[in-house]
């Protein structure tokens, strides 16, 4: 017998039994709805033989880890439909993404968005068969002759087999793949499920291999929930920062500068008063901002572990027969910063802020919009502490976090990714680190999921994982815990006992790229800025040329009292110039005619609460500065 711990209640069960079968004996809601487990903090495969004493958790739908699961389960039942309807498909790798999943197919002639329909029948049909899911695994040189013929499973065997461990196969009816799971228990488990784009999609992302036809879907327990996230999914489009950037004339995107977004001068507005912000708050917590050359030259990347780990993704020049890198990130510039002159323990915590420009080879299928860009600014701040002070530090991180996020009335959630395999320094030094983060944040009160080996090279992180308003996340801010490069670089300060000591630093951001976070933030608003945030914050519209001389004045009192204002004297009807500036999303029209000129006032307007009556002047700047001040999100 072993005793199972689930969730504080301990059972005793037969040696071997699974978690399919625990799931059963607690009932067969929780088995019907099991989509994996996690044993001892690991995931695993609901038909997992449980040896020994240990903590059970059974993941549903509604754990992150049992969707992974559960939208596994759906790509193989895409690949099996697809193998149904064109014989021969050669099949590369179908994993659960964040939203839903895809398979990436090479067919002799590719698929199209018309297939699309066909495949969701075949793959309801094959939900309706019920099929067990079967896991099984083979010895390297049987696994090659279960996939022959199928030349990127061939890849992955080779590539898997050189550890000696047996090679992990499911099979469901007549459909084998290459997988390590977990799955559910069959193909009935999955409900409702749609199918909802179909791309190109290099092998393994090169773009010196072969162009794959790429579907992606998602899938879901119940046919509401599918209808629900359509809705959302149209709302989405509705709220694209591509569509609104290019009506807003926010920012614009060139086929002569792949990745290298264009802002237009209601985007600079957008962008400087973010920036305004930014330094606003960084002041308030008692950061320097400082600022670091774009290239710096090969030995400084070498030095900072970025050549060997990170060239890849750098652009790289020639100057005066010595190699540069442009830099990817701001890191060993501040570290020069901080390496330019003597520092004692009485400076530290030394909060160090840059909004630096970054360049980055990213693949040109990856660039999407403001979200994959290959040049950006990124609010990096560097933070140089002793040891002692890292639990406050990071909380105090925290903190600053908190105030940025509320203000766009944004939630989110932590993550803390751990060591990787391509990573610097002892194991010891990443283990101790890992605690202080756990540490400071459980000390707040806050919750976070393990992300393992997702860590940079150079240290363990914290990613804040940010949701607006449909629900979608984006990972923005991250607090990264650093021992490796203030060694590196040989950074010091005097202690309190007058002996050289190495700092700890922390690097971090919280808005990440300023470019994708312009992008988050209007899909987030839809483009309806807060009165703060908007290029232009109020438009006057006079109702006819005679009253062109009251509204000129009144734009300049507003403008002298700090409000961005435009002035519209264009020859149209009053109701064109209303559903235009409406478009425009224009928080507030003001409208003066007659009556207006007579009693010194003005008509207001707001974008969503309609009319708001008559104004004078000074009444509206009031309240539009009280807006402004408190940051109202309306």
């Not at 992300?451 to 804040?464: M, R, S, T």
């Amino acid at each position: 017998m072993i005793t199972i711990d689930l969730k504080g209640q301990p059972k005793e069960f037969e040696a071997g039994v699974t978690p399919a079968d625990v799931a059963k004996s607690i009932g067969m809601g929780l088995y019907k709805s099991a989509c994996a487990a996690r044993v001892d903090g690991e995931v695993c495969d609901l038909r997992t033989p449980l040896t020994q004493d240990c903590a059970l958790e059974i993941l549903t739908f509604d754990h992150a880890e049992g969707k992974k699961a559960y939208w596994h389960t759906t790509s193989h039942i895409l690949a099996q439909a697809v193998q149904r309807l064109r014989p021969g498909t050669k099949f590369a790798i179908g994993p659960a993404i964040d939203s839903g999943f895809y398979y990436d197919f090479d067919l002799e002639n590719p698929l199209s968005p018309d297939d699309l329909p066909k495949i969701e029948e075949e793959m309801k049909k094959i939900i309706k068969e019920n099929s067990p899911l079967e896991r099984y695994e083979l010895e390297p040189q049987a696994a090659r002759e279960e996939m022959a013929g199928q030349d990127y499973k061939l890849e992955l065997i080779d590539e898997h087999s050189g550890n000696g461990e047996k090679i992990s196969f499911y099979r469901q009816n007549d459909f084998t793949d290459l997988c390590a799971g977990p799955h559910l228990i069959s193909t009935g488990g999955v409900k409702a499920v749609k199918l909802t784009a179909i791309t190109g999609a290099y092998w393994r992302g090169d773009a010196t291999k072969k162009m794959l036809t790429r579907v992606y879907g998602i899938s879901f327990p119940k046919a509401a929930q599918l209808e629900e996230h359509l809705q959302m999914l149209e709302e989405a489009k509705k709220r694209d920062h591509r569509k609104l950037g290019k009506e807003l004339g926010l920012f614009m995107l060139r086929d002569e500068a792949p990745g290298f977004p264009f802002f237009l001068p209601k985007g600079m507005v957008l962008k400087n008063t973010l920036l305004d912000y930014w330094r606003e708050v960084h002041k308030k917590y008692g950061y320097l901002e400082i600022s670091t050359p774009i290239m710096l030259n090969r030995a400084l990347w070498e030095r900072s572990g970025h050549w060997d780990h990170y060239k890849d993704n750098m652009y790289t020049t020639v100057i005066d027969e010595i190699n540069f890198g442009v830099k990817p990130m701001n890191c060993p510039g501040g570290m020069l910063v901080y390496a330019n002159e003597p520092h004692s323990y009485r400076e530290l915590p030394l909060r160090v802020g840059e909004i630096g420009l970054v360049h980055r080879h990213e693949l040109s299928g990856t660039l999407h919009g403001l979200f994959r860009v290959r040049c950006f600014s990124q609010d990096d701040a560097h933070i140089f502490m002793t040891r002692e002070q890292m639990l406050d530090v990071i909380q105090e991180t925290v903190r600053l976090f908190d105030e940025v996020y509320s203000t766009f009335g944004l939630s989110y959630t932590i993550e803390l990714s751990t060591m990787p395999e391509d990573h610097i320094g002892t194991v010891e030094e990443w283990e101790h680190n890992q605690d202080v983060l756990k540490e400071a944040i459980t000390g707040m009160g806050k919750d976070f999921v393990i992300n393992e080996g997702d860590g940079a090279f150079y240290g363990p992180k914290l990613d804040f994982h940010i949701a607006d308003c449909l629900g979608r996340t984006w990972q923005c801010g991250t607090i990264q815990l650093d021992s490796q490069l203030p060694e590196r670089f040989q950074l010091e300060y005097t202690g309190e006992d007058g002996q050289k000591h190495r700092p700890v630093m922390i690097h971090r951001v919280v808005l990440g790229s300023i470019e994708r976070f312009i992008g988050v933030i209007t899909e987030h608003f839809a483009g309806k800025f807060p009165l703060w945030l908007s290029p232009v914050q109020a438009v006057v519209l006079p109702i006819s040329e005679r009253h062109h001389e009251y509204a000129k004045a009144l734009t300049a009192q507003l403008e002298k009292a700090g409000l961005r204002v435009e002035c519209d004297l264009r020859s149209e009807k009053i109701g064109y110039k209303i559903r235009e500036a409406q478009v425009q999303q224009v928080p507030y029209m003001l409208v003066a005619g007659d009556k207006e000129i007579e009693t010194a006032n003005l008509s207001v307007r707001h974008r969503k609460e309609g009319d708001l009556g008559a104004m004078s002047a000074e009444e509206f700047i009031e309240k539009a500065q009280e807006e402004i001040r408190t940051r109202k999100i309306q």
